[in-house]
């Protein structure tokens, strides 16, 4: 179920219930994302949320952004010696990070025409040690550490036009 509310009269921003039981992974978040998209009509999506880093050089709780490749799938990879983490190796070796939502964001977006941008905090290693990760707090600070980041590059755009009226 999605959960929508508006800021201030008028924002086009929203926050989508996406959590566990809610539909999560791609076709999940490419639902959410097309009803916010039907509901607010944006110019423009932001995606902020947190992954898995698949490279060493990506640490806990640093920011990946769309510039940068990532992989995105409807499984938890929990550990770097399974035959998905194989595929992986082979088939995207320049990806630095995993997650379950950023391909069904990006499609939903990409079928409306309206450019994205995923902004994601590094909570984990995709290596079966989450739930470490989880218990000293990472997965919050990496969370935060990527509304940070989207924020900055958000005060950087110019100011949008006006909002176009809903039909009723």
């Known amino acids: 179920m ?11 921003s929203a926050v989508a219930g996406g959590g566990r039981g809610d539909g999560e992974g791609n076709s999940g978040s490419a639902t959410h994302t097309e009803r916010a998209i039907a509901y607010f009509r ?3 999506l932001f995606f902020v949320g947190v992954a898995g880093s698949l490279r060493a050089e990506v640490a ?33 070796n320049d990806a630095v990070a995993i997650d379950m939502e950023s391909a069904g964001m990006a499609q ?13 905090g590094i909570s984990d290693f995709a290596d079966g040690r989450e739930a470490v990760a ?15 980041v989207a924020v900055k590059i958000l005060r950087e755009l110019p100011a949008p036009g006006p909002v176009p009226s809903r039909p009723a």
């Not at 999605?2 to 086009?12: D, F, L, P, T, V």
């Not at 990532?70 to 595929?87: C, E, H």
């Open 42 to 44: 944006p110019p423009a």
């Open 2 to 12: 999605s959960r929508w509310r508006e800021r201030r009269s008028g924002a086009r």
């Open 108 to 120: 939903a977006a990409r079928l409306s025409d309206i450019p994205v941008l995923a902004v994601r």
């Open 134 to 148: 989880d218990a000293k707090g990472t997965q919050p600070v990496a969370a935060r550490n990527a509304a940070s």
């Open 60 to 92: 806990l709780e640093d920011v990946v952004v769309a510039g940068k490749t990532w992989v995105s799938g409807d499984v938890v990879l929990n550990s770097r010696t399974s035959p998905l983490a194989d595929l992986i190796d082979r088939s995207h």
